[in-house]
C-alpha cells in the first residue's frame, strides 16, 4: 500500500534545524528557525510566564476540554492586545476569535474556510514570503500567486511594485499581509505606505488576511499594529492570524489565534460557527495549557507589565546585535555594504547572500541560516558574532 509513496523534500526551515540537531561540528551555529536566544544562547521561559504557570499550577482545577473556539478569558485578551483596549470592533463585537494551536495553526484554519467559503478565491503572498506559506494554503486547495514587494538591488520595499501588482488583484480575491517584521526580509510598510494599501484593499475589495507573529518585536505593542489598525479604518471584512509563539516565548505550546472581523455583530457571529466547523472536523478544540499563560498575563496588569518590559529586552538586544552585525562585519574587512540590516526589523535579516554562499556557510563552517539568505539575527550573541562574521568574510572576499 506505501511502496508507491516517495520522500517528502526536507522543509526549508524546520528541515534545516534538524541539520543542524545531527551536525557533529562543536563550533556549529543555528541561525535558522526564528528563535530567541539570550546573550548566552538560550531560549529562556520568560519570567512572565513562569509567574503565570505557578498561579495555574495552584488554581487550575480540571483538564477537562475547552470548547471548539478556546476559553473566553483569551480570545477577549488576544482582541484588545490586536485591536486596543474599547475599539469600536471591541464594542460592537464585530470580531470573533478562536484559539488555535500556534499562528500557522490559525493560517491552516482561515485556508480551510477560505477554500469552502470562497472557493473562487486566490490567495496572495508577497515575494518573498515566510517558506511555509504556499504549502499551508496549497494544501487545502487553494491557488498562490505572489505581488512584489522586496526590491533585491536597493535592500528595500519596492513600494511602487507592490501597489501595481495589488492594483491587479480582483475583488474577491484574498490578500496576506505580514502585520510587521516581515518574513524573511525585516523591511515593513511606513505608517502612509500602510494607509495607502488599506485606501487600495478598500477600492479593490480584496479581503485582506494579516498574518501577525511577531507583534512587540518591531517597535512596541502599539506601533506594530498600527499597519493592522489602519486596515480597521478602511475595510469592513478581515481575516487575522496571531501567534504568541515568539512574543511570549511560548513556542511549543502552540498558542495563537484566528480572528474574523464582519460588517455586522450577527454576520460575524454566522460566519464564525463555519470557522468552530474547520476545527471541530481538523482537531477538534484546542489544548488549553499556552492559552491560560497568556490569558493571566494579558489580564493582570502586574504580570502584564514585567512581560511587556520583557518583550522590550529582547527587541533591544535583537536590535543591538543588529548594529553589532554590521559593525563586525566591516571590522572583518567585508567591504559590501551591509547597513541595510540595521534598519530591517523583527527577528530576520535577508542578508543578500546566495544559496551557493549559503551552503558554503553550512559545510564549510557549521553556520545554518535559510536557503532564501535569511538570518536570524534573534539568535546572534557577542560569542557567536565572531565566526559568524569571519566566516562571510571569508567567503565574500574568495
Ligand atoms: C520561522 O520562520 O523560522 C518561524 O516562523 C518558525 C517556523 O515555523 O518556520
Redesign the pocket.
Known amino acids: 500500500m506505501f511502496e508507491h509513496i516517495q520522500a517528502a523534500p526536507a522543509d526549508p526551515?524546520?528541515g534545516l534545524n534538524d541539520a543542524y540537531k545531527s551536525d557533529l561540528n562543536p563550533n556549529k551555529i543555528n541561525l535558522g528557525?526564528?528563535v530567541y536566544k539570550d546573550e548566552q544562547g538560550n531560549t529562556p521561559i520568560l519570567k512572565a510566564v513562569k509567574q503565570a504557570e505557578e498561579r495555574l499550577l495552584t488554581q487550575e482545577k480540571t483538564k477537562s476540554y475547552l470548547s471548539i473556539e478556546g476559553a473566553p478569558a483569551y480570545r477577549s485578551a488576544v482582541q484588545k492586545l490586536l485591536f486596543g483596549n474599547d475599539h469600536n470592533i471591541i464594542n460592537k463585537q464585530l470580531a470573533q476569535t478562536a484559539h488555535t494551536p500556534g499562528g500557522?495553526g490559525a493560517l491552516r484554519v482561515a485556508a480551510e474556510f477560505i477554500k469552502k467559503h470562497l472557493p473562487e478565491a486566490t490567495i496572495w503572498v508577497s515575494n518573498p514570503t515566510?517558506?511555509?506559506h504556499q504549502s499551508v494554503f496549497q494544501s487545502v486547495g487553494l491557488e498562490v500567486g505572489s505581488y512584489a514587494y522586496y526590491d533585491a538591488k536597493n535592500k528595500s520595499l519596492d513600494f511602487e511594485a507592490m501597489l501595481a501588482s495589488l492594483s491587479q488583484i480582483p475583488e474577491g480575491d484574498v490578500v496576506l499581509f505580514h502585520g510587521c517584521c516581515h518574513?524573511p526580509t525585516g523591511i515593513d510598510p511606513t505608517p502612509e505606505q500602510w494607509y495607502q494599501l488599506a485606501k487600495l484593499s478598500s477600492k479593490q475589495g480584496f479581503l485582506p488576511l494579516f498574518d501577525f507573529?511577531y507583534q512587540g518585536f518591531g517597535q512596541s505593542l502599539n506601533d506594530d499594529a498600527k499597519g493592522l489598525r489602519t486596515f480597521l479604518e478602511h475595510v469592513p471584512e478581515m481575516l487575522i492570524a496571531n501567534s504568541f509563539s515568539k512574543n511570549f516565548g511560548l513556542y511549543n505550546e502552540r498558542v495563537g489565534a484566528l480572528t474574523i472581523i464582519c460588517e455586522t455583530a450577527e454576520q460575524a457571529e454566522t460566519a464564525f460557527t463555519q470557522v468552530k466547523r474547520c476545527i471541530r472536523t481538523n482537531y477538534s478544540n484546542p489544548p488549553s495549557h499556552g492559552s491560560a499563560i497568556v490569558a493571566e498575563i494579558l489580564n493582570d496588569p502586574e504580570l502584564y507589565a514585567l512581560w511587556e518590559s520583557e518583550l522590550k529586552d529582547m527587541r533591544i538586544r535583537i536590535h543591538e546585535m543588529r548594529s553589532l552585525f554590521v559593525n563586525t562585519l566591516r571590522v572583518k574587512g567585508v567591504s559590501q555594504d551591509f547597513s541595510f540590516i540595521s534598519q530591517q526589523q523583527g527577528m530576520f535579516s535577508f542578508s543578500g547572500l546566495t544559496p551557493d554562499q549559503v551552503t558554503q556557510l553550512r559545510k564549510d563552517y557549521g553556520i545554518y541560516i535559510v536557503g532564501s539568505g535569511r538570518i536570524?539575527v534573534a539568535g546572534l550573541t557577542h560569542d557567536n558574532m565572531e565566526p559568524l562574521c569571519s566566516a562571510i568574510a571569508e567567503i565574500l572576499n574568495n
Do not use: D, F, K, Q
Open positions: 526551515i524546520l528557525v526564528g500557522t515566510w517558506a511555509n518574513n507573529a536570524s
